[in-house]
């Protein structure tokens, strides 16, 4: 595993960070899970992302990893970092999304609670609330860390002016803005439109998440749609529709590529992303030990010669 130092901080982060978005949850194997945990772990991932409402049901991906942190990786507390959001719809009410002061405090306790833990390393406002003043959420955020009850702080999705906005309340409140978590991917590469250059900046490091578009940058869906993949099953976020046929076109022509350089399409998309100095991790999915082990294989070769990147280019404009 190689690191990556994060913005302008003193935490470093593994340039590949296991995400528990799917497969985590209450429905899927307990077993499974955690044997991709601990493959993530012998491989050099100490990095494992959260939010309060990942499963499904919500919530149930974070009493599933506080379990499997418990049974298996406790004495290791020390080198992971540990991270949980909040701001979509977790609980019914007037307060159980978005961004209100009220709203973030609690649903980080309740987080602490399912997994088990006095603190996690980052905390995330997982999306911009359009009704609550920045202020408000961002002091919230500082009163979280003054607690200590999170370490570091971060965003989500936020857009450059966003970013740079939450970033100067928080440092005028004498708490850095540590990380972005925007998604990227060759498929959807609005990230390069400003907000790099605000990260840039304002010295903050970047986690980019769904680097292999829910699977649509792997071999998975080249040959059809698969029983077992994320657009077939009804609770995914990927859906049917969204494996268009151009698409498609373009990762077969992307593999061919990616053969060339001696690498499977995930891994060159991965080292793609991280092509840029400002992205500090890129975040993965994973369904089966075998898909983390090929993803940190594209740390063998993250370097592109100048006709590759153009040869990109060309794919993805076609």
């Known amino acids: 595993m190689q690191y990556r130092r994060c913005g302008w ?3 470093k982060l593994p340039m590949i960070s296991l995400g528990l978005w799917h497969n985590f949850g209450e429905i899927d194997s307990r077993e499974h899970a955690r044997a991709m945990i601990l493959r993530a772990f012998d491989l050099g991932i100490t990095h494992f992302d959260l939010a309060n409402n990942y499963g499904p049901p919500p919530g149930s991906a974070e009493e599933r990893f506080g379990r499997i942190l418990r049974r298996d990786l406790v004495a290791y507390r020390d080198e992971l970092i540990i991270s949980t959001k909040a701001g979509y719809l977790m609980w019914p009410g007037p307060y159980g999304e978005w961004g209100s002061r009220k709203y973030l405090i609690a649903s980080l306790d309740q987080s602490l609670r399912r997994m088990g833990l006095d603190y996690v390393d980052i905390f995330y406002h997982h999306r911009p609330d359009p009704d609550t003043p920045l202020e408000e959420t961002m002091g919230a955020l ?68 769904s680097p292999l578009a829910q699977g649509l940058l792997t071999d998975k869906y080249l040959a059809g749609i698969p029983a077992d993949s994320r657009a077939a099953k009804p609770h995914g976020f990927l859906k049917r529709e969204q494996v268009t046929q151009d698409k498609l076109v373009k ?14 399409i995930a891994q060159m998309a991965l080292a793609w992303v991280l092509r840029h100095d400002e992205v500090t991790s890129a975040l993965i999915g994973a369904s089966r030990p075998a898909q983390i082990d090929d993803a940190v294989g594209a740390l063998k070769r993250l370097t592109f010669l100048d006709v590759e990147l153009q040869t990109i280019e060309q794919i993805l404009v076609d």
């Open 9 to 11: 901080s003193g935490l």
């Open 251 to 264: 990762a077969r022509r992307l593999q061919e590529l990616a053969k060339a350089r001696g690498q499977t």
């Open 142 to 209: 500082d009163s979280i860390v003054r607690s200590g009850k999170a370490l570091y702080v971060g965003i989500s999705s936020y857009s450059p002016d966003q970013t740079r906005q939450a970033a100067h309340l928080l440092k005028t409140m004498g708490t850095p803005c540590l990380i972005h978590q925007p998604r990227y991917s060759m498929f959807d590469r609005w990230i390069e439109d400003g907000l790099l250059s605000v990260l840039r900046d304002e010295r903050m490091g970047c986690i980019v998440f």
